[in-house]
């Protein structure tokens, strides 16, 4: 693919995760946020839109070096599935979290998200040491993201106040 080409397929494919993403977690993202109990260091709502932003550029960048690598075809669109069924799976979360309101299993939907990441990152390495060395700082930010699924579910899973300022 030419370098117009992977930045333009790139770019369409985080633009429609982002629409996917917007779609499962709704209109009511500030209300859910206000009515949970957030916490120790838990930013608030215009970080969480800011670390989207950086995201959807770290991923946008990793999907176009996949576009132009010349080398392993198999392995590029592997590549290429892993990171579209993390971009799903990452809407579906929002699905989770903000509709469903289920904070349990966003927790766990969350926990389990590293194991793709790691594949990931050992698809990247294997192919693009640039695109590999991008995602280290989602890495660290995944740890802290797990973590703080966790916290948000305990500051969380006994009040039923919260329960019933997040309802529909």
Known sequence: MTSAGGLIAAAGVCAVSAALEG?????RVRAVFAALQ???????????????????????????????????????????????????LNASWNLIFFRARNLFAAWIMGSAAPIPDILLLLCLRRLDALAALALLPYLVYRAYAVWWGYAVWIANRDDRRASRRMAP
């Open 38 to 88: 957030a916490p120790r260091f838990s930013p608030p709502l215009s970080v969480w839109f800011a670390i989207g932003l950086l995201y959807y550029a770290t991923f946008g960048f990793v999907l176009y070096r996949l576009f132009v690598h010349p080398g392993d075809r198999a392995l590029v669109r592997g590549t290429v599935a892993l990171v579209a069924a993390m971009m799903v």
């Open 23 to 27: 779609l499962c977690a709704g209109r």
